[in-house]
Every structure is written in C-alpha cells, then in structure tokens.
C-alpha cells in the first residue's frame, strides 16, 4: 500500500516507540509532553489557498522530523508504524 | 439514488467496516483512532471561496482513500454504507 | 406564509419524518447520525462576501437534497413541517 | 425613544410572545427551537468591512421576519417589547 | 483624569445604575437581558485594520447609547460610574 | 535587564497594586472587574501583517495606560513589578 | 543533534529552570505566571502566508528571550533542555 497524502498532510514513519507502562497507559516522567521522532516517507502537495494555488510544504521525503507526541492518525503498513499527520504538527527537522 | 455532493463535501463508500464489540460499542486497541478505507464514488465541485471561485479538490471519483474513522455522515446507498464528508477529512490517496 | 430565506439560508420541506421513541427521544440505531431529506422550497440569494458581492448558493428550488438530521429551525408552513437551514448543512443533491 | 441600530444590527419588534409555562421557564414543545415572528423597526447601516465600506443588511424597516427565538437583546419601548439582534439572527423575510 | 480610549474602545458613562438585589446578585427579571443606556464620553480612533488603516468607529462623543448590560471594564472617574467597552457592544444610538 | 517586547507587545510597570485579601486571593468588591493603572516602559514593533508589513502600535513608552487588571504575564524587574501584555489589553490612555 | 525548526518555530535553551516542589508539583507564589528566560539557539524561516511568501521572525539565533514558562515542547539535546516553540511565545528580548 502506498499513500498520498493530501494537501498539507505528512505520511510520517516514527523511529522511536512510544513508551508505555504495562497496563497500556503512557506515563509522561514529566507534565511536559515530549516530541517524537520519525522519517517523512511522503509529503502532501501543500496548503490549497483560497485563490487555489498551493503553498509548497516545508518538509519533503526523506526529512527526519521532529513531532509532537500525539499528532496525527496512526497507520500500519506493511507492519511498520506510519502516522499521517498535518505539517504544522512537525516540530523541526533534524539534521 | 445518486447523490451529488455539495462543494468540498465527497461520497466515500467504505470499504472496512467498524470494528464492534458485541455490545455495539467500539473498542479502540489503542488510544489512538486508526483511519478507514474507502472508495471516492463522487466528489463535489470544489470549495466555494469568497470571491465567489470554486477551489476544485484533490480526489476525484474511483480514488481509495484513507480517512479518519469518525468522519462524515452515513448514508446507505442500495443497502451498501456509504459516507458524506469533507474532503479535509480524507487523509491521503492509496495507490 | 411565504418565506425568502435570507443570504445563505434554504427552506427546505421534510421528506421524510424522524424516528422518535414512545417517550419522544430519538433513538439512533448506531452512533452515527443519519442525514435527512428534504426539497428545497426557496433558497437564499448568497452569501454575503466582505466586498459586498453575493456568493450564489448552489440548491435551488425543487433540488431534492440531503441534510443533516439537527440542522436548522423547523417551522411549520401550512401545516407542513419545513426547515430553515444554512446551505452548509446541506450534504448532497440526489439525483 | 428612537433607536439607531449600529453596524449589522437590527431592531425588531416582535409579533408573537414567547410561550412560558406557569413557572416562568419555558417547555419547547420538541428538542427543536421554533423561530419568532417580527417587523424591522429600523435597520443598521450595514457591517463595517475591513476597507471601511459598508456592506448593506438584506431587510430594511417594515420587512416581516423570521428570526431565532434566543436571538438578540430585549428593550421596551413604549411598553412594547422589541429586540436589537444581528442580522445573522434573521432566517427569512415573510411574504 | 482624561482617558482615550484605543482602537474601537469606547468611553460610555452609565445613565442607569444596574439592579441589584440586597445580597448584591444580580436577579434578572426574564431570562433575557436587558441593555443599559449610555453617553459616550470618548470613542477610540477606530479599529486598525492589518493594511494598517483604521476603520473610523460609527458612535462618537455625545451620543446616547444602549449596550449591553455586562459589557467592558468599569472604571470610577471623578466619583462617576463609566466603562470601557468595544464598540461592538453598543447595540444602537438613541435619539 | 532591559526589555524589548516583540511584535505587538507592551512593557507596562504597575502604578497601584493589586487588592488582596490576608489569605492572598482577591477579592472584587463588585462582580465587574476594575482596571490597573500603568506606565508603558517599551513599546513592540507592531503586530506582523501577512504581508510582512507591521502595524505600528498606537502606544509609545511614558504613556500612562489603563489594562485590564488579568492581563499579561508579570516579571520583576530591579524588584519593580512590570507587565509584558498585549496592546490588544490596553483600554485607553490617560492624560 | 542539529535541530531545524519549522515555520513560526523556534528552538530556545532555557537559562533557568524551573522552580519545582518536593512532589514534583509546581507551585506559583502568585496566581500570575511568571515567564521564563533563555537563549534562542536557532530561528525558523518565517510564517509561510497563504501567497506563498514567508514573514520573517523578529528573532535570530543568539537572543535572550523572556517566554511563556508553560510554552513550547521540551527536547533534550546533548542532555540540556531546550524546547520548540512558536515564535508568538516568546514576550520580549532581553538586552
């Protein structure tokens, strides 16, 4: 399955697992919540403005990203954790 | 009965049903909403932007999609489920 | 009674009445609403952008449309049930 | 008293009284709201756009209404009950 | 002490004291509320639109003012009960 | 410490303090909240248009303004309280 | 880790930590927030506008800034805690 996402959707594939506690609860260590880290496996074609044009996204395939902990729907493919997320919930990316 | 959706709306028939407990009630496995599958069976003309210009939307009918699970609103089509919802509730094309 | 829907507004007759429990609530059969229909009587002449223009409203009179359960104020016009609604809530034209 | 209604503001009187049980709350007679009847007393000038034009209202004084029952702001004047509400407020001209 | 007020605020001095009841609450005698009059004192240069323009306000000093009853910020100036409101809030001139 | 508020951000030193009962809560003496007295120590640059544009602000350092009593976020500065706040929270000057 | 934040984003160092209870429970003295302070370690390219242009931030790399001490997402990078957070957050350069 391969997916496109939308407009100024993000498909996300995450590297780090989310920890959790055995009951199945996330357990922050802190009131803070803290990012997740993931690869931009594919990119929307950007924002559709009113005047419909697009706004170019700032991320593209390939990116490693930095986003926030609960973004997005979660995705399975091929067995793997994707997430599709807006871009406005990545944070920064990392290099 | 053919429907013809209105402006950024979008007739999705579903191609995963809902996942049920016995009871009715849906059992989520994770905190987290996965999306559902569907197939565009038709698309509206587009958002209507102030100007009184349709911005036209990216899916178009015969596109399977992804979309979140709680979009839209039902809608049995010849008694197959069927879904109205906004395009912005499509979250990516599969191909 | 003769009613000109104002700007985005449509009057729209009931098709098709709501199930109703012995006591009065509605029961849905799932937790998903199901939408409504209804014929558009009269239809508003646009919304009204900020630079005064009108955007025309894509129902007219004698569509048979799709709407929303909860959508609008009812009000009864010669006895017949009939709903002032914003073309908003109008899902899709049935053809 | 006369009253100038600012911006998109309308003065309306009201046809119909409010039905109110004996207690003084008052039992709609479904979970859906009826609209009130009403005259324009006098209109706004029209709301005030970004650029500083005008954008004219759709009903003017002597236009029978239909408007929300909750809409808008009581004041007697002359003994008779009249209300200040936003044109959005208004669903239709009555013909 | 003289205030000028910012933007699309509005210096209204109160002509009617609200009611209060012994215990100091406030005890409305509908559920609606009611407006309170007023005399505008100083009106704000206008709202500043993002072009940079300002959007001249429609009250200015002298005028007689219904507003709502529990709009703006009270302020004390020379023993006398004024407020500082949001030319939105004033619901009509009177004259 | 010498402060430069950014884009439409006021710098404000308290000139009365705020009413508190021994306990450390405050207590209104009505249910309408009064305003703060305050000096503007340093103005921002404007708020930030879409377009790149800033729309200067309409107060400037050693105006003495009234805000509303809520606003900002305090900080200590030389051990005098001030105020970072928006112009937005800012009623009017007084001269 | 070199950490590239996206937009409006900016990554910050903070100078001072927070002030926390035995119980890990933070505890204001008043019922104001105070902000925090730290060090902007590196800039997003700006706000992108719906025309595609982008509105530069009014920080750089290298500020000391006064932030919103609940604002932003904690990281870690090289064991110091920084946090992303959009460029409206922070209140004022200190100089």
């Not at 995450?14 to 959790?20: A, I, M, P, T």
Request: charged share 35%.
């Amino acid at each position: 399955m391969k997916l496109q996402p939308l407009n100024d959707r993000v498909l996300v594939k995450r590297l780090e697992s989310e920890e959790k506690t055995a009951g199945g609860l996330y357990i922050p260590d802190t009131a803070k919540e803290k990012p997740s880290k993931g690869e931009v496996v594919a990119a929307g074609p950007g924002k559709l403005a009113d005047d419909g044009k697009r706004v170019a996204l700032a991320v593209k395939a390939g990116d490693s990203v930095l986003f926030n902990k609960y973004a997005g729907t979660e995705i399975k493919i091929d067995g793997v954790e994707h997430l599709v997320m807006r871009e406005d919930d990545i944070l920064a990316i990392i290099s």
